[in-house]
């Protein structure tokens, strides 16, 4: 299992030969200017919830890769709305089996209106499973206590989690999180993209550090690989 980070929510994480594109938002965001967007190629778009700051390119790249976009259905609805017909519209609950892998869309505790004001539906996360093995992308949410399911329904072998405070859970709850789902390696996201959830990240490590735990906080456009 690889995974690529692309600044903000954003992670190309790569099971065998499928890819699948976390929350694109790569365009508007300065900190991402060096990834190379026109040769982006993924098998599936994933979005958590309608923010911008998760949406912001999936129309572009849903067109440039061709790739199916799996997301809620009204965000869905509001990307066909746009021409992209290729959608896998889901709800929290719902599992989309493929050979490979499969992804089981859960709860996230935020809001998801659409970049025009259009109601995006419910936030989610998700748990993706494969050979490869299992991880949780956890999107925008705060801490809950829905998360001790998770440990409790799969392994999970890697996290990803906010960690920027404000928008979403900030570190110290992420560590809590952390315990929830089970799982001591983690990849933070949600933060220093904006000035409200800039973070201390060797703070952040040293807490997880001292809880036995690992944050892994990548450059933009490196490659962790699991
Ligand atoms: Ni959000
Ligand atoms: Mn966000």
């Known amino acids: 299992m690889t ?3 692309l600044g903000h929510s954003c ?24 990834i190379d967007f026109g040769g982006l190629q993924t098998d599936l778009i994933l979005i958590s919830h309608g923010h911008h700051d998760h ?22 609805h509001w990307l066909n709305k746009q021409g992209i017909t ?7 609950g719902g ?5 490979e892998y499969s992804v089981k869309c859960v709860n996230a505790v935020h809001s998801s209106s659409l970049p025009d004001g259009t109601y995006g539906g419910n936030p989610m996360g998700f748990i993706v499973e494969s050979k490869f093995g299992n991880f949780y ?3 925008d949410t705060a801490l809950t206590y829905d998360m001790k399911l998770i440990g409790e329904y799969r392994k999970i072998d890697v996290a990803l989690l906010p960690i920027g405070d404000h ?12 315990d929830f789902i089970n799982c001591n390696t983690i990849i933070g996201m949600h933060y220093n993209t904006f000035s409200p959830i800039q973070i201390s990240t060797e703070a952040a490590q040293l807490k997880f ?8 906080l990548p450059a933009i456009g490196s490659t962790l690989e699991f």
């Open 86 to 92: 290729s959608t896998i519209a889901m709800n929290i």
């Open 95 to 99: 599992k989309w089996v493929q050979p």
């Open 167 to 178: 928008f979403t859970m900030g570190v110290d709850n992420a560590l809590i999180a952390s």
């Open 209 to 216: 550090k001292a809880a036995g735990k690992t944050l892994h």
């Open 55 to 76: 949406i912001a390119d999936g129309p572009e790249l849903a067109r440039q890769t061709q790739a199916p976009v799996l997301s809620n259905y009204e965000i869905c």
């Open 137 to 139: 992308f956890a999107g």
């Open 11 to 34: 992670f190309l994480i790569g099971l065998g030969s499928k890819t699948l594109l976390f929350d694109p938002f790569i365009k508007p965001n300065p900190l991402a200017k060096d």
């Open 3 to 5: 995974v690529k980070y």
